[in-house]
């Protein structure tokens, strides 16, 4: 019960959090890209990188499977948003954006790898 009250806790933050980013990158940048989904992806897979490498690697003992649900599976779970990102991608092809679909998917997931594993890099590097 304690797991399931932890991820419900987290994944409402991470929700909220991605709400924001959609809100402000569509005021800042409009609604003709997926900006926010894709920056929240990109961001989201960077600071999993670092909460899975800080729990790998730098973690003590007071560190435990609770702390992992939360951040990892709550927050970073409500946080990122890759069906989101599905659903963006094929409404972007099917207006007839096919160029703008393949930058999107294609930056979104290459980029998305690539902060991940920075992230980790970074974390194994301060070990």
Do not use: C
């Amino acid at each position: 019960m304690t797991a399931s009250f932890l991820v419900f806790l987290g994944a409402g933050i991470g929700g909220v959090l991605r709400h924001g980013v959609n809100v402000v990158s569509l005021k800042w940048l409009g609604a003709s890209f997926p900006y926010g989904t894709m920056a929240i992806n990109i961001l989201g897979s960077g600071v999993m990188g670092l909460v899975a490498g800080f729990l790998a690697f730098k973690a003590g003992e007071g560190w435990t499977q609770n702390a992992r649900l939360f951040l990892a599976t709550g927050i970073l779970g409500g946080f990122t948003t890759f069906s989101a990102f599905s659903l963006d991608a094929v409404l972007l092809w099917e207006r007839g954006e096919a160029m703008l679909a393949a930058v999107y998917v294609l930056g979104s997931v290459v980029l998305s790898l690539a902060a991940l594993v920075a992230g980790l890099a970074l974390v194994r590097g301060l070990s």
